[in-house]
């Protein structure tokens, strides 16, 4: 167990529809980093939040966006969808300054 | 811009055989480099990183990969294959002078024979 929790373990939905993905990082950790991996793209850095302030940006679309609240979880927020969004939605987290993050259970997100 | 390649998308060993995983970075300085390990169904573990020092790092679970700069390698090894070793491998990069993104290879399933 990573310490890095995520909500919902499965979501389903149609295209067109918007969704909400939750993480909670390990306790102390102030950076959140979100991913996407798909069979087609493979793990895919979407974008970190640090403290509350977004830090990096990947290939994000437009889309789709996140946020890190004052008590450090986060959310990616997914709109219009599509089904190629269809996909494995990973948070992680790390310490301040620290290289090494620790993954969430992830989220499994299926478009019909 | 970083890249990592994962050669071989698919490694099949016998179990107590070598186990031997390859990567390649692209990079202009020596980045970073990371393993990690993903079980079916779960998330990424950390099985070990190089970030200086001893370009011979061990991880956990009996792996263990070595930094070679003039290969621009960080092949992962491990001595025995065990049938709980079959996942999916992923090396990583991670710029040093940058943010702390991490860029992924592609993978390699490791299948392990019995």
């Known amino acids: 167990d990573s310490g890095v929790t995520q909500t919902p373990k499965h979501l389903i939905t149609a295209t067109g529809q918007r969704v909400t993905l939750r993480c909670s990082p390990r306790s102390g950790d102030l950076s959140v980093y979100w991913y996407q991996q798909s069979l087609d793209q493979g793990l895919q850095f979407l974008i970190q939040y640090y403290n509350g302030e977004e830090r990096a940006k990947g290939n994000i679309l437009e889309r789709f966006s996140a946020q890190q609240f004052p008590d450090l979880h986060s959310e990616l927020n997914l709109s219009s969808l599509e089904l190629g969004d269809s996909a494995l939605y990973f948070c992680a987290s790390s310490v301040a300054g620290g290289r090494t993050q620790y993954f969430g259970p992830g989220t499994r997100l299926t478009v019909l | 811009a970083q890249s990592v390649t994962q050669l071989g998308s698919h490694v099949s060993v016998s179990e107590g055989a070598l186990v031997l995983l390859r990567c390649n970075y692209s990079?202009?300085?020596?980045?970073?480099l990371f393993w990690y390990v993903q079980y079916p169904n779960q998330g990424l573990q950390l099985l070990l990183k190089?970030?200086?020092?001893?370009?011979l790092v061990k991880g956990i679970n009996g792996f263990e990969a070595e930094f070679k700069k003039s290969e621009t390698s960080f092949h992962l090894t491990k001595p025995s294959a065990h049938m709980s070793d079959a996942a999916e491998y992923f090396c990583a990069v991670s710029d040093r002078g940058g943010d702390d993104k991490i860029i992924f290879g592609k993978g390699t399933r490791l299948h392990i024979l019995p």
């Open positions: 190089y970030t200086t020092g001893a370009t």
């Open positions: 990079s202009s300085v020596p980045p970073y």
